[in-house]
């Protein structure tokens, strides 16, 4: 069974499909590109994966769980039943579960972790503050043991603390521990962003555009860092302008085109696809 | 001057432990009046330290949190007067009727971002204090409120001098303080950081924001009854003034005065708000434009605070 599946997916904002009827799956272990010309809904379909939009048609499967659906109201057949969340029959709150839409960070803690085309960190807190995000949801403190501090929380807190050194020491970052996010230079902010994101121990990384802004060097580094992370187990999805980077390290590519998927197949089959270069190139005047 | 509070700050509990004998002493050679001046400040410092979690920590907009303080004052005076409970027994009831509260007006509405959700807080302090004005299901007692209520008595002390009161303030501003700290230092604490700095990618890195802003503002709206009900252990008479609009922006400004975010600068914030206007009261309305004044300036000179917190002056300067 594939990870991730989407089926038919559309967005339409208003008038404009950013995304419209698109379908394709990944496997476990697999590094899948998803490219396309500016606007062409790879962001879009990011964010419908991530929970941060709901789409309007289509499906997201991931894990056999189904982690997006058009929203209830959208669906004449079921009225929208929001009281339904302070039922405790054990039956019926399943039901709702499988009919809500999730919220972003329940998609985070079924195992998707992404990082944002424009780098979005916790600016004012230290590389270890913005790493120890990522560990959150696997831990539980909550007022109780912020205020008492028992054992299992002093615990806890250094748990937390360990894991996110090991990310940050993964991608390269010790020096930087106590430095604050917004003084590291752009490419390590790029890799600050993997290492939280990781800290969120995932099945399925998200990356928008992780080679952005790059320099040669940086680009190689960071191609080889995302082979270790496949390796190490984790899925990875990217969308990415570079080239370079995405016929280097992916298996299969998706294209999109004006929210349509126009091709998919292994970097060389896409290369040759007339449509592919097409939208890359434009139309040829006749 | 640098050097010293390097210094210091390498020992806490030399600092610490100054403070609280200063606390402890500062009544002695003052008189009643001045006595009471304390205790109000000591109340006003709860307050801005409850609020400050609110809007400090998670940084939701909160205009309406008299509201709140109010609550727990009429809960308090209500239990006594109508079921005799003594007034240290409804110490617990009034932080868990006025955090009850703080849910259910916060739940529906966390959604909103800023401004949006400052005009509900508003909206909703309004609607508390013209409940109260209206003599809800009759028992709140109008405009004049109600009065006869119990002096307090704990552990067989009848607490009567303004003397007393500012030692039962100070033992609950030292227990505030003392939670507020180790909340700011954990992973809640860290999680309403998150929150405030990025809301997308907060919730992206799978921390539930709902939960966080929730709490926020339960712990902030609770412990704000508490404050209330310490206002009726001293004053036996509670009226709708508790809960008006003035008072919700005296406590905003206590926050934002000394730096939004920062424990110190709560104190800073309630010696400007609270007790230099006590001071000065001689001067009448004057005060009131000082307090104008002073807003207007600080804005201008020093958008962060009197005494911010490192963190948040640096988000402030940064969007300038």
Known sequence: MALLEIRNLTKQFGGLTAVDCVSFSLDEGEILGLIGPNGAGKTTIFNLITGIYAPTEGEISFNGHQIAHPPLGARKFITPVWWLQWVPARSLREQWDQLRTLRPHEITELGIARTFQTIRLFKNMTVLENVMAGVHHRTRAGVWGAIFRPPAQRGEEAFIVKEAEQYIHFMGLSDYRDELAKNLPYGHQRRLEIARALAARPRLLILDEPAAGLNEQETLELMDLIRQIRDSGITVLLIEHDMKVVMGICERIVVLDYGKKIAEGTPEEVQRNPRVIQAYLGEEEV | MGSLMERLRRMPLVWQIGLLALALLLPLPLNDYYRAVLWRTGIYAILGLSLNIIVGYAGLFQLGHAAFYALGAYTSALLNLHFDIPLVLTWPISILVAAFFGYLISRPILHLRGDYLCIVTIAFGEVVRLALVNNIFGITGGANGLSGIDQTVLFGLTLRTPLHHYYLVLFFLVLTLFAVRRLENSRLGRAWMYVREDETAAEAMGIDTTWAKLLAFV??????????????????????????????????????????????????????????????????????????????????????????????RMEIREKE
Do not use: H, N, Q
Not at chain 2, 221 to 230: F, I, P, Q, V
Not at chain 2, 258 to 271: N, R
Not at chain 2, 279 to 306: H, Q, S, Y
């Open chain 2, 219 to 312: 712990l902030g709206s609770g412990w704000a009854g508490l404050a209330g009900a310490l206002y009726v252990a001293r004053i036996p008479v509670v009226s709708p003034d508790l809960a008006r609009f003035i008072e919700s922006v005296v406590m905003f400004c206590i926050v934002v005065l000394g730096g939004t975010g920062s424990i110190p600068g709560v104190f800073v914030g309630t010696l400007g708000m609270i007790t230099l206007p006590e001071i000065f009261r001689f001067l009448k309305t004057w005060r009131d434009a000082w307090m104008g004044v002073a807003m207007v300036a600080m804005m201008i000179a020093r958008p962060e605070g009197l005494w911010p917190s490192r963190r948040i």
